[in-house]
């Protein structure tokens, strides 16, 4: 299955998610690859992070959709981080994908811009059933008086052709250390709230793909 996390806007957490994700599946005995078609190649950095340190299980990598396509049948999960900067590839990701992930922040600026991303992506689709788009809030504030995360799901849900999935991951700085350190917020702390939060969103994600 090939997931593709993306957004229009840059600076939502993209490639955090991306990550997080491979290597929460990596922890669930998948077969894993993650690709990097965003310039900025941040997703990259922190998987050669990983390397120099020596952490296990390793990651996989690779900076080509093509190459990624023809060594499918070797992973079960192809996720892939693409960036706004390079719209071509993005969209050839996209028309390859299974699925596409958005990672929301909580404002209205992006709900706009998820909203003109998910128009575009069914434009791009056309007829066909895939890729499924899905959305969730990314860096919601963690005080429950704000209101602003809570208020930027309920617009995602009403955003037509998304499925807003309710898991959503906080302004943690357990997700900050993840990415400098090349750890998953699993491996730093598994019984975290940061790592809670990362295994819902990922059952939400990979629910219907699990075999």
């Known amino acids: 299955m090939l997931t593709v996390i993306g957004n229009l806007k840059g600076g939502t957490g993209k490639s955090t998610v991306a990550f997080n994700l491979a290597l929460w599946a990596l922890a669930n005995k998948r077969r894993v690859l993650v690709v990097d078609l965003d310039p900025q190649a941040t997703l990259t950095d ?37 960036g706004p900067s390079d719209l071509g590839t993005m969209y050839a990701a996209i028309l390859a994908a299974d699925q596409v992930v958005i990672p929301v922040p909580p404002s209205q600026a992006d709900v706009w811009s998820t909203q003109r991303f998910v128009k575009k992506i069914v434009e791009l689709r056309g007829d ?73 969103l990922a059952k939400a994600i990979f629910r219907k793909h699990r075999r």
Do not use: C, W
Request: proline share 3%; glycine share 8%; aromatic share 6%.
């Open 46 to 82: 922190v998987v050669r992070v990983r390397e120099e340190e020596g952490y296990n299980p390793v990651l996989k990598l690779s900076q080509s959709l093509d190459e990624a396509m023809n060594a499918g049948d070797e992973y079960q999960d192809i996720i892939v981080d693409v």
């Open 128 to 200: 066909r059933s895939k890729p499924e788009i899905m959305g969730f809030i990314n860096r919601a504030d963690t005080h429950q008086a704000v209101r602003e995360s809570d208020e930027a799901f309920g617009a995602l849900g009403m955003i037509e052709g998304i499925r807003a999935l309710r898991p959503r991951l906080r302004q943690r700085m357990a997700f900050r250390r993840s990415f400098s350190e090349g750890l998953s917020v699993q491996e730093l702390e598994r019984r975290g709230k940061a790592a809670l939060e990362l295994d819902e």
